[in-house]
């Protein structure tokens, strides 16, 4: 199985680019009800993952001193992260692909010149997985 099978291509993935704000990230996590986007650059390179919990961090250390144009004033890239989602690139096997999104809720593909090109989703590998299982025959 290829793992292009799972792909979701990158113009159906909510990304959020280097140069958006920390309000920006908040309201498309928010709005979209997302637990993490993708980052990218103008280029289409994948720099890492945005999740909810980054933000939480960064506003809860100071919400004190903070307003809404101070939000607008911290670039995506400089708010700390936990962990990035880690990439695979668009010929790895599938024990790759498993071994990843056992971890994360989604998979950021790239090409051989790694550039971003969608995700694959623990959603849609479970999806699979479950359809693969129930055609086992019982007995």
């Known amino acids: ?27 498309m996590l928010t709005k979209d009800r997302y637990h ?10 994948y720099l890492g993952t945005i999740t909810e919990g980054d933000v939480l961090r960064v506003v809860r250390d100071k919400i004190d001193a903070m307003t809404a144009d101070e939000l607008e004033k911290i670039q995506v890239t400089e708010v ?10 668009i010929d790895a096997d599938m024990e790759d692909l498993y071994g990843k999104i056992e971890q994360q809720s989604f998979v950021p593909v790239l090409d051989d010149q790694k550039f971003f090109i969608g995700i ?13 299982v129930s055609e086992i025959p019982k007995g």
């Open 36 to 45: 993490s986007l993708p980052i990218l650059n103008d280029k289409g390179y």
């Open 1 to 27: 199985m290829n793992i292009l099978f799972f792909l979701t291509p990158k113009a159906e993935v909510v990304c959020i680019h280097d140069v958006d704000n920390l309000k920006t990230a908040m309201d």
């Open 120 to 132: 694959v989703t623990r959603k849609d590998v479970f999806r699979y997985l479950r359809k693969k």
């Open 80 to 89: 700390p992260r936990f962990r990035d989602n880690v990439a695979v690139r």
